[in-house]
């Protein structure tokens, strides 16, 4: 059997450099690999909502903000379904039923669950949508008999679970559901790169993201207000690369023809490290270097994010037909998981025949 992936994005925000390096840059190179199936990507609004009960409208906003910025980094509609969450009832009903084969106290045991009820002060009063989040993204991921997971380091615990609740269901019932592999970002830097200010996340609430969609102009701005060496004072200094958040920046983007174009005198990046630590090396030259790297990613993914702007009803058409499609493969798995489970009453024919015959011999 081919292989699936099936990866998604809470839509509470635009998409930021973080995003792009952590999973959006790798989904598109699958995409174009040739080596999948099928590939979905999913905007899981539902899950949002369940931290977000009180701004339904930011939820929806977003949802074309994130659909934007997939299209304008070259996922193509036409090899990848972009599918909305909510628009797929089956997942709810998988969701019911993968309840009962999770404990509660193993989603108590959930380290991202944990730390995210510590980050919302939830922790006297935790929706139980919130609570049981991790179910339903075992919905998502199964019922499309997903193989492969794109995902961030953050979202280990969620695959975990789900191959907890593949392997109950397979045993109780019956080989239906697909164990999923999580597939992690290719390097340290991408794996979580940090906000502007060198803080361990970008985050919207901490105003430290450079986004997708953000100018040229605002993006230098930011790059030349980045959090670099603090003990790297005069040119001539000795610098420091680690906890340098230029230097994070340039192991996540940098390639080596990036040097022949916009820094010739070195040649790869450990050749510019290297004279940054002996000291002669100023911050604002591997800034500017900096931004001529990420003006190069970007200037593509704001151009083609114009093209879609220009008809945003498409974009719906795009997400409608995404989301329908979606939908019959996600019914098509619940078929097997309810026959597995043998709440199929209505169509199971023998089930019916083997009933009646109890009776008829009854009389
Ligand atoms: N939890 C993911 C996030 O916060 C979003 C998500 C929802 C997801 N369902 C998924 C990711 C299924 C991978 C697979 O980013």
């Known amino acids: 059997m081919g292989k699936i992936i099936l990866t998604g994005d809470r839509p509470t925000g635009r998409l930021h450099v973080g995003h792009y390096v952590g999973s959006l840059r790798r989904r598109v190179e699958l995409q174009n690999s040739g080596e999948y199936e099928k590939i979905f ?180 701005k930011k790059i030349m207000s980045m959090y670099t060496d603090p003990t790297h004072i005069q040119v001539s200094d000795p610098g420091h690369i680690e906890g340098n958040t230029v230097f994070t920046y340039l192991d996540a983007f940098c390639r080596p023809e990036h040097f022949e174009r916009y820094l010739p005198d070195y040649a790869n990046l450990d050749e510019l490290k290297a004279h940054y630590q002996r000291g002669g090396l100023g911050d604002v030259k591997v800034k500017r270097f900096l931004n001529s790297v990420l003006e190069e990613t970007l200037e593509p993914i704001r151009a083609r994010r114009r093209e879609f702007e220009k008809d945003i009803p498409e974009v719906y058409q795009i997400l409608k037909r995404g989301s329908e499609a979606a939908e019959e493969v996600a019914a098509q798995t619940l078929s097997e998981v309810k026959d597995a489970m043998k709440i199929n009453y209505f169509s199971d024919e023998e089930l019916i025949r083997s009933q009646s015959e109890k009776y008829s011999r009854s009389e």
């Open 41 to 220: 990507i999913m905007i899981a609004d539902a899950q949002a909502l369940t931290d977000n009960i009180e701004n339904p409208e930011k939820v929806r906003q977003n949802i074309l903000e994130v659909a934007l910025d997939y299209l304008s980094c070259g996922l193509d509609p036409s090899k990848t379904t972009i599918l909305i969450q909510s628009q797929i009832p089956e997942l709810y009903e998988l969701t019911a039923y993968y309840m009962d084969l999770v404990t509660v106290s193993r989603l108590q045991r959930n380290p991202t669950v944990k730390s995210e009820i510590q980050m919302r002060n939830f922790e006297a009063s935790i929706p139980v949508g919130f609570f049981t989040y991790p179910i339903s993204q075992a919905a998502d991921i199964t019922a499309f008999k997903a193989t492969t997971v794109p995902v961030g380091v953050d979202q280990l615990p969620m695959i975990e679970q789900t191959k907890e609740i593949v392997h109950k269901f397979n045993s109780v019932y019956a080989e239906v559901l697909v164990d999923p592999d999580a597939l992690l970002p290719e390097n340290q830097a991408c794996m979580r790169l940090p906000g502007i200010d060198g803080k361990a996340k970008m985050s919207k609430s901490l105003g430290n993201c450079i986004y997708l969609s953000d100018t040229p102009d605002e993006v230098r």
